[in-house]
């Protein structure tokens, strides 16, 4: 019995003690949640599975909210805090969310001004914070079928142009975005002086570039011309190509995570992890990303998850 008695009360201590230890001792912080967003094309999701990844691989939660919406919308998402971060493009910044603002043009003809002036306004404003960005240019483009080109003598958008005033055939696939932004297909016809007629255009509510290049490849509707972006995976594997911008109309987009301003005041480790992973992302590693999952179907995360294996990035 004495034993017994003995042995309930060693028991007793020794759980009084762990106890205590635990108590006294810094409990683990948990990091996050986060809720990553992400754009509703192809690249959108890769880029923003690329940042969800790397992160939970340093023990952050994470919480998946892809394919936000378009870039209105995911913006909205982010400045009410639905979403903590997403991934954006530099020229966005300053063509969009503060339009108003006057600019020397220079800055966006210049990645690095680009940057550092988008991620400036977007601190002292709203409280946002710009990580560095990837060093591809996913610019806005017109990508013709290669026959096409050939046959008409058309590389640039400047003889394009001059087809299409000389009552040429042309039927353009893009998103209702690229047609009214004034930055993305109206930039392009005040720069070389043409104008589309609503008969020369396909819009689609998707911003997904493998489908309006699909359209383009196919004929679907009539259409021989596409939106596209500079980092597509689909251009090549369709035999499509991407007519030269010689005036240089388009503002250089470099994809970048942005983040709610509390986030990374909270965990400013964040920088350390993300900046690393979009530095590898040049646009041959960009394309190719892409045409994984737009050409050969393959799920987003899973592309994501594979290139951060091989590039060492996580386990």
């Known amino acids: 019995m004495r034993r017994q008695v003995a ?3 060693a028991l007793a201590l020794v759980g009084t003690m762990l106890v205590g230890c635990e108590a006294d001792g810094p409990a683990e912080e948990v990091k996050g949640p986060i809720t990553v967003g992400s754009k509703i094309d192809v690249e959108g999701p890769v880029l923003g599975y690329l940042m969800a990844i790397a992160l939970e691989d340093e023990g952050f939660e994470v919480v998946d909210s892809m394919r936000t919406g378009a870039t209105d919308v995911v913006r909205r998402a982010l400045l009410a805090g639905e979403i903590d971060a997403y991934p954006e493009y530099t020229a966005n910044a300053l063509t969009v969310f503060y339009a108003d603002e006057t600019l020397d043009p220079a800055v966006l003809k210049d990645a690095r001004a680009t940057y550092e002036t988008a991620a400036e ?11 560095e960005p990837a060093p591809a240019n996913n610019t806005w483009a017109v990508a013709v079928p290669r026959e096409f080109a050939d046959d008409n003598a058309i590389s640039t958008l400047e003889e394009w142009a001059s087809y299409i005033n000389d009552g040429g055939e042309v039927k353009v696939a893009g998103s209702q975005e690229f047609f009214d932004r004034d930055d993305a297909m109206p930039a392009f016809e005040e720069a070389y002086g043409f104008s589309l007629t609503a008969d020369q255009r396909l819009s689609l509510a998707t911003g997904d570039t493998a489908v309006t290049a699909k359209a383009a490849a196919e004929g679907t509707d009539g259409v021989n011309a596409a939106m596209a972006y500079g980092t597509d995976g689909t251009i090549a594997a369709l035999d499509l190509f991407v007519l030269e911008d010689p005036l240089g109309v388009q503002p250089i987009y470099q994809p970048a995570p942005v983040f709610r301003g509390e986030v990374i005041e909270r965990y400013p480790e964040i920088r350390g992890i993300l900046e690393p992973v979009f530095a590898r992302l040049d646009l041959e590693t960009l394309q190719s990303l892409n045409a994984k999952v737009a050409l050969e179907g393959r799920d987003a995360r899973d592309v994501a998850e594979e290139w951060l294996r091989s590039e060492g990035f996580i386990d």
């Open 7 to 9: 042995l309930f009360v």
């Open 121 to 131: 306004f977007d601190l002292e404003n709203e409280n946002i914070v710009w990580l």
